[in-house]
């Protein structure tokens, strides 16, 4: 069983998709979310973030999402931290190549809020 989840990093280029799902989760989930505006600012801000997950949004402008676990993977606090992907694509091959790249699972956009931190919890007490 994993440690109790309490800290995300969350990355998501759209501020109302960013505001929705950072409330739901502090909310309904009484989770600590450190929200990033774009994979760079992620890249500055997660290796003080202590988070226990990274979720990541997959369509960014500039860095995307997986080139941002990419890089999220090459820094040494967040090499092993597990990573959920949030995107709208969710063909079975993009969320087979989502999983390849390491991903515990994809959540599908657009998410209820109100279900978001369950859905979380249920893939981070699936892990292991």
Same mark, same amino acid.
């Given at each position: 069983?994993?440690?109790?989840?309490?800290?995300?990093?969350?990355?998501?280029?759209?501020?109302?998709?960013?505001?929705?799902?950072?409330?739901?989760?502090?909310?309904?989930?009484?989770?600590?979310?450190?929200?990033?505006?774009?994979?760079?600012?992620?890249?500055?801000?997660?290796?003080? *973030? !202590?988070?226990?997950? @990274?979720?990541?949004?997959?369509?960014? %402008?500039?860095?995307?999402? =997986?080139?941002? &676990?990419? /890089?999220?993977?090459?820094?040494?606090?967040?090499?092993?931290?597990?990573?959920?992907?949030?995107?709208?694509?969710?063909?079975?091959?993009?969320? *087979? !190549?989502?999983?390849? @790249?390491?991903?515990?699972?994809?959540? %599908?956009?657009?998410?209820? =809020?109100?279900? &978001?931190? /369950?859905?979380?919890?249920?893939?981070?007490?699936?892990?292991?």
């Amino acid at each position: 069983m994993p440690a109790p989840l309490q800290r995300i990093l969350y990355v998501e280029d759209e501020p109302d998709i960013r505001v929705v799902a950072k409330m739901a989760l502090e909310a309904v989930g009484k989770f600590t979310v450190i929200p990033c505006a774009s994979g760079q600012e992620a890249l500055g801000v997660a290796p003080g *973030a !202590a988070a226990d997950l @990274l979720l990541l949004d997959v369509m960014m %402008p500039g860095m995307d999402g =997986p080139s941002t &676990l990419k /890089a999220l993977r090459a820094m040494p606090a967040t090499a092993n931290t597990p990573v959920i992907f949030m995107t709208a694509k969710v063909q079975a091959s993009e969320i *087979a !190549a989502y999983k390849a @790249l390491g991903a515990l699972d994809v959540i %599908p956009k657009p998410f209820d =809020p109100m279900e &978001l931190s /369950a859905q979380i919890q249920q893939i981070w007490a699936s892990q292991g």
